[in-house]
């Protein structure tokens, strides 16, 4: 569903913003994890998140599509809340089924791939379009079919995930990501759980999409993949953004003595 002109007024953001957090905080139990976090993402664009271990990153993904629930702040996507609805000034968190409706807007590639391994390949990529969005099958397999050659895996459209390297099982779940027309996906350290000799190949379909023009929000390690692709880099550390701006300014020339310790031991 499209959000509505008052949207925009409402929350004064502006038309080609796609995610929009403002004041986003998190706890769980008496540790607060995320710390009144902002960020803008406008369409087209690539936003890579980085920053050590336990300092919110993922949290924050997983909150952009309400796997999470935020305690307080505002975070929309193309202008629509995801997961409530505002009444009379007040949140109101929706069904699950109409959050399922919202979170299909919204790709999710995750460390561990995640795909179904009962399913061949080809089984994976159209279920949530047959399923979530009714598309008929032979619609969502024409385009599961080109998305796997995007993906450079059109000869494995009858494999099951256990024949695959974990490489080729990330490339599909991106494939799987982008058969819902996403508005934005949102990458969790695609590559983390990769050997190093397979990072490569995801990182150029990475890149593919990026040139294509797909917004994306990335937690990422790979500071190449950051300073190469990301239109912003935001540096985040003890659930606060301690930083963000261009490539250039936050790897290159950070001004905050944390980023320069970080970048120091990762670089």
């Known amino acids: 569903?499209?959000?509505?002109?008052?949207?925009?007024?409402?929350?004064?953001?502006?038309?080609?913003?796609?995610?929009?957090?403002?004041?986003?905080?998190?706890?769980?139990?008496?540790?607060?994890?995320?710390?009144?976090?902002?960020?803008?993402?406008?369409?087209?664009?690539?936003?890579?998140?980085?920053?050590?271990?336990?300092?919110?990153?993922?949290?924050?993904?997983?909150?952009?599509?309400?796997?999470?629930?935020?305690?307080?702040?505002?975070l929309l996507v193309d202008g629509d809340l995801v997961g409530y609805q505002l009444r009379d000034?007040?949140?109101?968190?929706?069904?699950?089924s109409a959050i399922c409706r919202k979170r299909a807007e919204i790709g999710m590639v995750f460390q561990q791939f995640n795909l179904f391994p009962h399913m061949t390949v080809l089984e994976n990529i159209i279920e949530a379009p047959v399923h979530v969005r009714r598309e008929p099958v032979k619609e969502a397999t024409e385009r599961a079919l080109q998305l796997l050659s995007k993906v450079g895996l059109a000869?494995?459209?009858?494999?099951?995930?256990?024949?695959?390297?974990?490489?080729?099982q990330q490339r599909v779940a991106i494939a799987r990501a982008l058969a819902m027309n996403p508005k934005v996906i949102l990458f969790d350290e695609p590559t983390s759980a990769l050997d190093p000799?397979?990072?490569?190949?995801?990182l150029e379909v990475m890149k593919t999409l990026a040139r294509d023009g797909m917004t994306m929000v990335v937690v990422t390690h790979e500071m190449g993949f950051a300073a190469e692709v990301a239109d912003q880099v935001i540096f985040m550390d003890g659930g606060v953004v301690v930083e963000a701006g261009k490539p250039s300014e936050v790897l290159s020339n950070p001004s905050s003595a944390r980023t320069r310790e970080f970048l120091s031991r990762v670089l």
């Open 197 to 202: 000799e397979l990072v490569g190949d995801v």
């Open 155 to 168: 000869e494995k459209r009858s494999a099951y995930p256990r024949h695959l390297s974990g490489g080729q």
């Open 89 to 96: 000034d007040k949140l109101y968190e929706l069904p699950p």
């Open 1 to 74: 569903m499209n959000m509505s002109p008052k949207h925009h007024e409402r929350f004064g953001i502006s038309s080609d913003t796609i995610v929009h957090a403002r004041g986003v905080s998190k706890s769980f139990g008496a540790l607060q994890v995320l710390k009144s976090v902002d960020l803008d993402v406008p369409s087209g664009k690539v936003a890579c998140i980085i920053g050590p271990s336990g300092s919110g990153k993922s949290t924050f993904l997983r909150c952009i599509n309400h796997l999470e629930k935020i305690d307080s702040g505002l």
